[in-house]
């Protein structure tokens, strides 16, 4: 796949600069420092040179616009493509801060932490202290990112072991769906569906951010599956949005941007919450009734600025 045009927008542009991702492919363990857990990144997705095969509209948001594809000969992904390309600009109304999130960064950052600890705790052997300790309860950000720090590599290497009270193990890593990484795609790639949808996108850039994941159907949300993703998040100290049917299947999170980590300018204390499944999911569908049915339209050979 070719490079793509920036349209006149440089590489050293702050809107078009992340310090969310990284260059190198997504193989092997990824880095576990406590810096990294402090600024974690994305790695690259080690097919974005396949040809994409693109089989089914899964759906779209504020966000961007999800499908179901092939890279390749390889198993069917989900592929996430943002509408935004550039960072926004920050605002200040009346003379005060706004903070504005760019979902794409914020997902990756998401991912890059998930996989992290989901690789640590999948690799007990790299930790001589048994369990993960954490803070019970955590209600503040630095409760949360004593956390984190648990998993580190600076916290695991330590001889130390926590008989503090209000210190718990940590409970398993939920059923994720595993990110592969991000990649950068052409607009001209992106399939047009019928009935036409679109979302606010970058008239001087011709590509968007995209990231990778693997596929998981639409299905019924399991009560079990989803108490254990709420249990991790509420014992790490994240904040979780409000319940929407679409990004979750079968009671696994699909859309990583409803959860802030305590390394992210979004997170708020607010939304650190101890849910019961029960309560949380106030529908078990996956989709709202009413839901417009799509089907995907070939992509022209020459895209207008709309995905």
């Known amino acids: 796949m070719d490079a793509p045009d920036h349209a006149g927008i440089s590489e050293t542009d702050p809107l078009l600069r992340t310090r ?30 396949a040809r994409i095969k693109w ?10 616009i999800v499908f179901k594809a092939r890279f390749g000969d390889g198993d ?29 960064e914020h997902e990756s950052r998401n991912v890059a932490l998930m996989e992290k600890i989901r690789w640590v705790m999948s690799n007990t052997g790299t930790n001589p202290n048994g369990s993960f300790k954490i803070r019970e309860g955590p209600k503040t950000r ?36 595993k990110c592969f990484g991000w990649m950068r795609i052409q607009r001209d790639q992106v399939p047009h569906v019928r009935p036409h949808v679109e ?30 993703h709420l249990d991790f998040f509420y014992a790490m100290g994240f904040s979780v949005q409000p319940y929407k049917p679409n990004n979750w299947h079968g009671g696994r999170l ?5 959860i802030s980590t305590a390394v992210s300018g979004a997170w708020h204390p607010t939304f650190v919450h101890d849910f019961e499944a029960q309560e949380y999911f106030w529908t078990l569908k996956h989709t709202l009734d009413g839901a417009m049915p799509h089907s995907i339209v070939r992509p022209p050979k020459h895209a207008g600025k709309k995905a």
Not at 95 to 101: E, L, N
Request: glycine content about 8%; some cysteine.
């Open 76 to 104: 069917p992904v989900a592929v996430k493509v943002f509408w935004l390309t550039l960072r926004p600009r920050y605002q200040c109304p009346m003379g005060k801060f706004k903070y504005d999130t760019w979902p794409f």
């Open 254 to 258: 699909v859309d990583c941007n409803d």
């Open 55 to 64: 089989l089914k509209y899964l759906g779209c948001g504020s966000e961007g």
């Open 199 to 228: 979302g606010l996108v970058n008239d001087d850039v011709d590509w968007h951010w995209a990231t990778i994941y693997e596929f998981v159907p639409g299905r019924t949300q399991d009560l079990v599956v989803g108490q254990a």
């Open 20 to 49: 969310a991702i990284d260059e190198n492919t997504l193989t092997g363990p990824p880095p576990t420092n406590w810096h990294e857990f402090k600024h974690p990144k994305l790695r690259q997705f080690p097919g974005h040179g």
């Open 142 to 177: 630095y409760d949360a990112l004593r956390n984190l720090y648990s998993f580190s590599d600076e916290s695991r290497q330590s001889a130390q072991t926590s008989t503090r009270q209000g210190v718990t193990d940590a409970p398993p890593f939920p059923p994720l769906p």
